[in-house]
């Protein structure tokens, strides 16, 4: 099926799902936290890292994948970007609300680029976050429409100022994906097969929120609620278990640029990292 560009500019949601403290507690755990983050998996002093939002507003990934009738065997996560607008309570609600703002037409058998606009409010209208989530349908290039180039990025011409190393566990994917995101590509070794990978890989979120954790650990003195941006472009899959490592740039006071490669190979993993800090 070609897909669905009507889609385009059509109001999505509102996707409204609850959550409680333990929610909070399993996401902190499923990106790699323990009694190194106590604050993030202990109901006493509970901590909310920011991304959390990003595992709440998955279905809200999956209607504009179903919008857009994208092919299921092609779609990968390829960027998300997020501004934070205030703390997030420890238990509550979230209502994701947003529309398909562009496809780019990556050419056939390359695939397609398509972009939505989300913004999160809490269950009292008071908006948590917003900004762009980037799905890569691999299996649906070549409609006719018009890619774009990338925007302009460059680190810094020096090694990074700060390297945070991390290891997920082999069933790291088995874990996150009880927060809400249970695409087979992350589970299954035969869908993940056939849609052109060795086995299951982890979840893009799941490694941003690897780095989210280094992130906050090394600028803001593990206060999560001081992060204003976060934003990052998924360049290759990683399985799981293989080392990482997040590599940091401070480029002003309250601004860095960051990456997350393989530690073996240097694989660049998440690329185009941008952080900002109140």
């Not at 006493?44 to 507003?57: D, E, G, I, M, Y």
């Not at 009880?178 to 890989?201: K, S, Y």
């Not at 803001?220 to 609620?225: A, C, E, R, V």
Request: proline residues 8%; charged residues 15%; neutral net charge.
């Amino acid at each position: 099926m070609p897909l669905n560009l009507d889609a385009i500019g059509q109001p999505l949601g509102p996707v409204v799902r609850p959550y409680e403290a333990e929610d909070v507690i399993l996401y902190a755990l499923a990106v790699g936290c323990g009694f190194d983050h106590l604050d993030y998996c202990h109901e006493q002093n509970l901590k909310v890292l920011p991304t959390f939002l990003a595992a709440r507003a998955m279905d809200f990934f999956w209607t504009v994948v179903e919008k857009v009738a994208a092919n299921l065997n092609g779609i990968v996560h390829a960027g998300q970007r997020m501004h934070f607008h205030a703390p997030i309570a420890v238990a509550g609600e979230t209502r994701t609300t947003g529309c398909i703002a562009r496809i780019h037409d990556k050419g056939p058998g390359t695939g397609a680029l398509i972009e939505a606009h989300f913004n999160i409010h809490d269950g009292n209208a008071r908006r948590l976050s917003s900004g762009t989530v980037a799905i890569f349908a691999r299996n649906d290039g070549g409609f006719g429409g018009t890619s774009s180039p990338a925007a302009p990025f460059e680190f810094p011409p020096r090694p990074p100022d700060t390297m945070v190393a991390a290891r997920p566990r082999a069933a790291q994917p088995l874990i996150y994906r009880l927060t809400g995101d249970r695409f087979a590509l992350h589970a299954d070794p035969e869908f993940a097969r056939r849609a052109g990978f060795e086995g299951p890989v982890m979840h893009g979120l799941c490694t941003l929120g690897f780095a989210t954790v280094a992130l906050i650990d090394t600028f803001l003195s593990g206060q999560p609620h001081r992060l204003s941006l976060l934003a990052g472009r998924f360049a290759h899959p990683l399985y799981p278990g293989v080392p990482i490592h997040t590599q940091l740039w401070q480029v002003a006071p309250n601004r860095a640029l960051w990456r997350t490669v393989e530690a073996g190979s240097g694989t660049v993993i998440i690329d185009r990292g941008e952080m900002q800090w109140r």
